[in-house]
């Protein structure tokens, strides 16, 4: 064991050799250092262990290389790239909506340069932050006002802090939805000081469950749009026209969080039909709030639009400075809001519309040539082929809608089994995200580019060799 440990070469030799290497080119070298370091105490406990007896494994040109494969799998940016072949398209795990190039791109120029992010051009004075969207959320929506937020929960805190702190707010019993994380509406409310006034059965709610919970302790109104489930059988809600009907009545805002929240009308594409931001402002109500990172395929935001008045109120919330979104997701929400101005074009130029709006054929064919790529770079004892399969929205969003794909399923081949192809593709680089369905690993192509179909070759290749 002593002349194994002997074998071992020193820090400064693998130093040297990883400073000509190209794939460690740039790495900090008290990062390298370090990860050496780790590295040989590694290599040590696996000969006092028995995991490495013979001589040969320790040879320079085996341990460097070695070596190098740990240092660059250690160096590597915890937040990085991953391959999602899941089919989920708002994945909430994978980042949720893919950019568009415009929005990529004036992220980029916003954060390379200096900006007029607070400063009003047409006076070399300070500006608002919000006024670089504000009318463009105004001009798609039908509002008076708008304003963004960090996120949609933000936005739901923000509207009650400053409407309702003390007072109740009137909601259906069945709209008290939980999201992502254990998060819940009640909870929410909680924190933004309202008092949560439930209305109806979980299943069921009327015109004169509303009507009866109005009293002088009332500060609003509020709806919440059940996005991530469905409650079927003998079921009632009450339509909001008749909601701001009773909030005009009594005097009382009106308020609707529509969770992911959209732009676009669906139900000409085949999809369950959901409510669109411009339809829930020609209602009426004075505040509506949304996602602007699953639907909507911007950037993760909180949006706030309704009446002039009420969104001003909102602006003037101390708290609002807690929650204000940053000039990254301004660049990106701007560019993004942009490509709706043309309702020709939006669906293709929009990655979430294009990819929840791709045809089975499309998908099919699509399937096909990823197959085919994987022909050619895969060994042969891999097998492949193609099943119908479905994709899904995600995000909270169309919760029993499922969509017509195309599965491309591999066998991976003798001793290799569908779960630890799984396991050893989260290492790779980039990681490939799939999904098991009938003891095989299949990539739907609905959530991977064309221009990735090589490098999703590449990663499931390097997988294979792991094995």
Known sequence: ????????????????????????????????????????????????????????????????????????????????????????????????????????KAVTEGCL??????LALETGKRGSRYSHVEELLCRLTGAEAGLVVNNNAAAVLLILDTLAKGREVIVARGQLVEIGGAF???????????????????????????????????????????????????????????????????????????????????????????????????SGVDVVCFSGDKLLGGPQAGIIVGRKETVERIKRNQLNRA????????????????????????????????????????LKKKAERLRDVLEEVLPETVGLDLAAGQSRVGGGAFPEQDLPTTLVRIHPGAGVSAEKLRVALLDTNPPLIGRIESDLFCLDPRTIEEDEFVLVGEVIGEALRFE
């Open 1 to 104: 064991m002593s002349n194994l440990f002997r074998l071992l070469p020193s820090v400064d030799s693998l130093l040297r050799d990883f400073s000509a290497r190209d794939d460690l080119a740039g790495l900090p070298h008290d990062l390298q250092r370090d990860l050496i370091v780790e590295f040989l105490d590694l290599c040590r406990e696996e000969i006092r262990s028995g995991v490495l007896q013979n001589p040969e494994q320790l040879q320079p040109e085996n341990v460097f290389s070695r070596g190098a494969v740990y240092v660059r799998t250690r160096s590597r940016p915890h937040f990085r790239r991953v391959l999602n072949g899941t089919g989920v398209v708002v994945h909430t795990n994978l980042g949720r909506s893919i950019l568009a190039p415009e929005a990529v």
């Open 113 to 118: 340069r200096y900006s007029n992010l607070e």
């Open 323 to 362: 929650l204000r979104i940053d000039k990254m997701t301004l660049a990106a929400l701007e560019a993004t809001l942009r490509l709706y101005l043309d309702p020709a074009t939006v669906t293709q130029a929009v990655p979430t519309l294009r990819m929840i709006t791709a045809s089975s054929s499309f």
């Open 184 to 282: 819940r509406i009640p909870e929410v409310m909680a924190k933004s000081g309202a008092v949560l006034r439930e209305v109806g059965a979980t299943n069921r709610v009327h015109v004169h469950d509303y009507e009866g919970a109005v009293t002088d302790r009332t500060a609003a109104i509020m709806k919440v749009h059940t996005s991530n489930y469905r409650i079927v059988g003998f079921h009632k809600e009450v339509p909001l026209s008749d909601l701001v009907r009773i909030g005009r009545t009594h005097e009382v805002p009106v308020i609707e969080d529509l969770g992911s929240g959209n732009l676009c009308d669906f139900s000409g594409l085949g999809l369950t039909p959901e409510p669109t931001v411009q339809k829930v402002v020609e």
